[in-house]
């Protein structure tokens, strides 16, 4: 066989002009990331440690952006709360990604009853907001942040399979695969070999997209109480921690928080649009 009918699609190199605005999101994920990882030598002070007596402080040298309602540094917070921001979206994105990928591919591939099966059960799936299925589930479970990231992971999981199948209809049509089957490789080894590294370029793009979109129902997860622990740093808590300070006329401990949700998500859906563009001009 020709290397031409065995060349996988989804592993050439993707080239397009990178604009600003892409470079600038790009830059600013990084950053995020960084901060998370680096949060225990960044932040200026413990995030717990609590000041009554210095409540609702507006910026200084000693807290650039002033301290919250319990007398906690801002800034502290912010950094340390990065770390939560960035963990359970990934384990929303990496949990239904992989289980989506499973799914999509072994419904496309098999077909028949199978492809029936799975999606009619990733339709009902559909039917149930995600936000629902986490409150109840952390409302039996308790605080944490293990339980509205399975939940989350079983809401998004709908979306990963049937990109993935719609995918794999077509890429099972093209001639690589049946180059595969001629010389004898099965259809596990042709999916896992072959298949899913073609198609992985799309799916990692849609996956950066919903990244943001998890970080905005655990945020929203937590300023309902519902999330991680009170004590422990999050951006969702702090806007919850900061919302009575706002009716006292001191909005920044949320505002802060706030600001850095939406400069984060938007970061990530900018990332994750233009890579998902890049495959699109490629495959045109």
Known sequence: MTATLLRRPGLARLRTRRTPLSLLCLGFVAVVVLVALLAPWLAPYDPNSVDLGNALAGPSADHLL????????????????????????????????????AVGTAAAWRGGWLDSVLSRSTELVFAFPGMLLAILIVSVYGEGLLAPVLALAVAYLP?????????????????????????????????????????????????????????IDLAGLSFLGLGVPALTPDWGRMVFDGNPAIQSGYPLSAIVPCVAI????????????????????RDR
């Open 66 to 101: 002033g301290v919250d309602a319990s007398g906690r540094d801002t800034l502290s917070r912010l950094v340390l709360g990065a770390r939560t921001a960035l963990l359970g979206p990934l384990g929303v994105v990496v949990f239904s990604t992989l289980a989506g990928v």
């Open 159 to 215: 979306y990963v399979s049937r990109l993935t199948r719609s995918l794999v209809l077509a890429e099972r049509e093209r001639p690589y695969v049946e180059a595969c089957r001629v010389q004898g490789h099965s259809g596990p080894q042709i999916c896992l070999r072959h298949v899913i590294l073609a198609i992985a370029p799309v799916v990692l793009a849609q996956s950066t997209i919903n990244f943001g979109y998890a970080l």
């Open 262 to 281: 939406v400069l984060t998500v938007v970061a990530f859906n900018v990332v994750g649009e233009r890579w998902a563009d890049k495959v699109a001009r």
